[in-house]
């Protein structure tokens, strides 16, 4: 386990490659159909009484 071990991130930063112990970018999450966030009800303004 070192500089020479292709699946640490120690060996990754070594040679100069990227994988599941160094990742490149990290990726945002994909939303999905489930995950999607609905949009809260507006209230409506209450009427105001006339004296």
Do not use: F, I, N
Request: no cysteine.
């Amino acid at each position: 386990m070192g500089k020479g071990d292709r699946k640490t991130r120690r060996g990754k930063t070594y040679r100069g490659s990227y994988g599941r112990s160094r990742l490149h970018s990290v990726q945002p999450a994909q939303a999905t159909a489930e995950t999607v966030v609905k949009s809260p009800a507006v209230k409506k303004a209450a009427v105001k009484k006339k004296a």
